[in-house]
């Protein structure tokens, strides 16, 4: 089992950024492969970044790269995902994923087996 809290979120103006953390409880953290992932009112859950479990390889989405930037310390049992030049079409929750089947990044959401409760975020123009 691995229980999953994400914090950070909240109300920035579009060109902000902000830094979510999600802490990770139950399984060895440095084991598994990380993931964020954004889901818009109306709109499908879409894959934002993920982590290999030794923070050498990341994977974005297209629209993230070069604007957010996935990270690990497993020391403390945490993912982060700093988020700059932040656009109003980022808002969404986001949520943090554990693929504690996988050791390298993935963006296949079928991959992912736990999941934290999500924390909003809003940006406004």
């Known amino acids: 089992q691995v229980q999953l809290v994400e914090s950070g979120g909240g109300l920035v103006q579009a060109g902000g950024s902000l830094r979510l953390s999600c802490a990770a409880s139950g399984r060895t953290f440095s084991s598994y492969a990380m993931g964020w992932f954004r889901q818009a009112p109306g709109k499908e859950r879409e894959f934002v970044a993920a982590i290999g479990r030794n923070g050498a390889s990341t994977l974005y989405a297209d629209s993230m790269k070069g604007r957010f930037t996935i990270s690990r310390d497993n020391a403390k049992n945490t993912v982060y995902l700093q988020m700059n030049s932040l656009k109003p079409e980022d808002t969404a929750v986001y949520y943090c994923?554990?693929?504690?089947?996988?050791?390298?990044?993935?963006?296949?959401?079928?991959?992912?087996?736990?999941w934290g409760q999500g924390t909003q975020v809003t940006v406004s123009s």
């Open positions: 994923a554990a693929a504690t089947k996988f050791v390298y990044p993935t963006s296949s959401d079928s991959r992912y087996d736990y």
